[in-house]
């Protein structure tokens, strides 16, 4: 498998003054196989679009590396940028809010070949508009029209076909169904799977709810607080959740079929997701994680590899740690 993105320990801080620091990518480390699809998961406001944004070169980066097809995103001179450009695109979670209502579907699908210089003529830049039209499921009549003339997931549609208009390989979306009805969401879930086949698209799936990405996805990453806490393949994941947090996401999702015997017990997190200006020392999850430990506020987890392809960091998984009593359970037994 080839690895078309490479994210080494990938850090976006932001400066907020008065000496703060907010910290919304920190150290994240993922690869992108070339045609799958990785679903980034965790939170609003866990730093996935963040990292998206990062990836694209929308933001500098802080430290660390984005490797696209060997190159570094934020070393690139300006013409491998602009070629970079044209082979990285993003959908967005409301379409209609990066689409000029002012512009007509046809201006707004073919403004990106304009500054690429992608087309000769006007008959060739109608002929492609109205070509991508057909193959996001809309029709060429379409083309004349304005974005508020249409339901949110024909918009949608548009601003994949925008996206198309560049032949990219590959798609960032970030959260591009949650702001659709359920019934919607399939469709478009369905055309980008489609279009995956057809042109070989990667992309790397951004999303707060881990049963959209799960379906979607072949691997999938799970982030909290600007951290990634576990990653492995979809199945994997769903299977053999190791993280507390992992856990903890997925009791939430219903089993859909009701012969099935297994129940997860739904695990509710007690307490708010902290500020990332002042996250918890040691493991970020631990004001929050039902097995935290005394070694917990103490020291980061490291990142590992504890199955074949199956990451985490969380010092349940660490063997030279002893001690695994839940502190909630020591101040029990404390008590009496
Ligand atoms: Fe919970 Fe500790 Fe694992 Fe963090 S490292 S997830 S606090 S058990
Ligand atoms: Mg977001």
């Known amino acids: 498998e080839e690895k078309i993105l490479q994210v080494n320990h990938l850090k976006k801080h932001f400066d907020m003054g008065k000496n703060q620091v907010l910290k919304a990518v920190d150290d994240v480390s993922f690869h992108v196989n070339r045609g799958e699809t990785f679903g980034l998961v965790g939170e609003s406001g866990c730093g996935k679009s963040t990292i998206g944004r990062t990836i694209m070169g929308l933001y500098e980066r802080t430290d660390g590396e984005v490797i696209y097809d060997g190159q570094d995103v934020h070393d690139m001179k300006e013409k491998e940028k602009f070629v970079f450009r044209q082979n990285m695109q993003m959908i967005f979670q409301d379409p209609y809010a990066s689409l000029n209502p002012r512009s007509t579907v046809k201006e707004v699908i073919s403004e990106p070949m304009e500054v690429h210089g992608l087309y000769k003529s006007q008959k060739e830049k109608n002929d492609r508009v109205y070509e991508l039209l057909e193959e996001v499921g809309l029709n060429r009549d379409?083309?004349?029209?304005?974005?508020?003339?249409?339901?949110?997931?024909?918009?949608?549609?548009?601003?994949?076909?925008?996206?198309?208009?560049?032949?990219?390989?590959?798609?960032?979306?970030?959260?591009?169904?949650?702001?659709?009805?359920?019934?919607?969401?399939?469709?478009?879930?369905?055309?980008?799977?489609?279009?995956?086949?057809?042109?070989?698209?990667?992309?790397?799936?951004?999303?707060?709810?881990?049963?959209?990405?799960?379906?979607?996805?072949?691997?999938?990453?799970?982030?909290?607080?600007?951290?990634?806490?576990?990653?492995?393949?979809?199945?994997?994941?769903?299977?053999?959740?190791?993280?507390?947090?992992?856990?903890?996401?997925?009791?939430?999702?219903?089993?859909?079929?009701?012969?099935?015997?297994?129940?997860?017990?739904?695990?509710?997190?007690?307490?708010?997701?902290?500020?990332?200006?002042?996250?918890?020392?040691?493991?970020v999850f631990r004001t929050r994680c039902p097995m935290a430990m005394e070694v917990c506020a103490k020291q980061v987890p490291a990142w590992q590899e504890v199955e074949q392809d199956h990451y985490v960091a969380c010092h349940l998984y660490d063997e030279t740690i002893s001690d695994k009593r839940p502190v909630k359970q020591v101040e029990k037994e404390t008590a009496h």
């Open 142 to 283: 379409h083309a004349n029209r304005y974005p508020h003339e249409f339901s949110g997931g024909q918009r949608q549609r548009i601003g994949i076909a925008r996206a198309l208009a560049l032949n990219p390989d590959f798609i960032i979306a970030d959260e591009p169904i949650s702001a659709l009805d359920v019934s919607v969401q399939a469709q478009v879930v369905n055309l980008l799977k489609e279009l995956q086949q057809e042109k070989g698209l990667t992309f790397l799936f951004i999303a707060h709810d881990l049963s959209m990405v799960k379906q979607i996805s072949d691997r999938i990453g799970v982030m909290y607080l600007g951290n990634l806490v576990e990653l492995t393949a979809s199945g994997q994941l769903y299977d053999q959740p190791l993280h507390p947090y992992t856990q903890a996401l997925l009791s939430a999702i219903p089993i859909p079929d009701p012969d099935i015997e297994e129940k997860r017990e739904r695990i509710i997190l007690e307490g708010d997701l902290p500020s990332p200006i002042n996250p918890p020392s040691g493991c």
